[in-house]
Nanobody, 120 residues
Framework: VQLQASGGGLVQAGGSLRLSCAAS????????MGWYRQTPGKERELVAR???????TYADSVKGRSTLSWDAPKNAVHLQMNNLKSEDTAVYYC???????????????WGQGTLVTVSS
């Protein structure tokens, strides 16, 4: 199973960007997908996560500024972030919780990380 993330980069404060992540490989079923982020010296933290049933959780820090959407046929998730702030600067990691073919239990898979830099 591989997660391919895209969409990071440099953006000015107040601007917007869209992060995308697609899961591929030996996927039997997806339970959920989302995004976490991490800055140096800090733990990885949740940005937004969606279950296959449609339940979405957002971090308080991005609530109202971000929208997570799931493209089920493509096993992909998109995070639209608006009104970006300098504190949104981080490496963003895509996550997918899924059953891989041949495995009994679901587990988390992580993407490679994409850097988002917000300049003030």
């Amino acid at each position: 199973v591989q997660l391919q993330a895209s969409g990071g980069g440099l953006v000015q404060a107040g601007g917007s960007l869209r992060l995308s992540c697609a899961a591929s490989g030996s996927i039997f079923s997806l339970n959920g997908m989302g995004w976490y982020r991490q800055t140096p010296g800090k733990e990885r933290e949740l940005v937004a996560r969606m279950s296959s049933g449609g339940t979405t959780t957002y971090a308080d820090s991005v609530k109202g500024r971000s929208t997570l959407s799931w493209d089920a046929p493509k096993n992909a998730v998109h995070l639209q972030m608006n009104n970006l702030k300098s504190e949104d600067t981080a490496v963003y990691y895509c996550i997918a919780n899924l059953f891989s073919i041949g495995e009994k239990w679901p587990r988390d898979y992580w993407g490679q990380g994409t850097l988002v830099t917000v300049s003030s």
